[in-house]
């Protein structure tokens, strides 16, 4: 069983940053992909960006690929959203979230993860 819990959503202008953290609980927690995915009102959930077990292998959506990056600590049990540039279209909920098949590469849809964080609020201002 893993939980997740989120911070460092908020109100930012256009052009500006915000640094978006996981924190998850559980034994596990470095042997499994994580990812990051947001949900604006009115539209689905979309991936924006995942990591493998170790950090080597990340992927991204086009829309925040340059801009946003993913980072993990698995000492720490952390996972980390760095999103630069910020635009007004990026405004959403964001969640953290964990696919529990052990050792695999990031996936893009939210059907192969299992466990989800309550999500953090990114609000971007023109």
């Known amino acids: 069983q893993v939980q997740l819990v989120e911070s460092g959503g908020g109100l930012v202008q256009a052009g500006g940053s915000l640094r978006l953290s996981c924190a998850a609980s559980?034994?596990?927690?470095?042997?499994?992909?994580m990812g990051w995915f947001r949900q604006a009102p009115g539209k689905e959930r979309e991936f924006v960006g995942g990591?493998?077990?170790?950090?080597?292998?990340?992927y991204y959506a086009d829309s925040v690929k340059g801009r946003f990056t993913i980072s993990r600590d698995n000492a720490k049990k952390m996972v980390y959203l760095q999103m630069n540039s910020l635009k007004p279209e990026d405004t959403a909920v964001y969640y953290c979230a964990a696919d529990s098949e052990l050792f695999t590469a990031p996936s893009r849809s939210h059907n192969d993860y299992d466990y989800w964080g309550q999500g953090t609020q990114v609000t971007v201002s023109s």
């Open positions: 990591i493998n077990w170790s950090g080597g292998v990340t």
């Open positions: 559980g034994r596990t927690f470095s042997r499994y992909t």
